[in-house]
């Protein structure tokens, strides 16, 4: 598993509802940053290296079509897409996949751990 990491820094955006002569307001976004690269060099990387003849790739990114085709085409490796969420997967992505299949949110549901999480304070998020 790779990770990404999180970049937080103040921007200037339009308001959606101006205020007086106030059309724009300082806020903090926050951006994700590296994932998908990471995702898209070690698929390759380890595909190059015959780390494995089928990969399977979870995501709904089109970032990573281009690494997903190389892989296909170049190496002949076989490639799965597992998508999270409700959405449609992505088109670019289904173009290079060998198979495909949703995580369907029942499943995910019953796939998380109990809260708290048994001899632990270890909680898990409101939102979840």
Wanted: hydrophobic share 40%.
């Amino acid at each position: 598993m790779y990770f990404g990491h999180f970049l937080s820094h103040p921007v200037r955006a339009p308001l959606a509802n101006p205020v007086g002569s106030q059309r724009t307001a300082e806020v903090i976004r926050t951006e994700e940053k590296g994932s998908d690269v990471n995702l898209a060099v070690h698929l390759l990387n380890d595909g190059w290296l015959d780390a494995y003849d089928c990969a399977v790739v979870v995501t709904n990114d089109s970032d990573i079509a281009e690494a997903m085709r190389l892989v296909r085409k170049q190496l002949s490796k076989q490639i799965g897409l597992v998508t999270p969420g409700t959405r449609r997967p992505s088109r670019q992505l289904m173009e290079h996949a060998n198979f495909s299949t949703r995580i369907r949110p029942n499943a995910l549901q019953c796939s998380q751990l109990p809260d708290p999480i048994p001899g632990t304070r270890i909680r898990k998020p409101v939102l979840w």
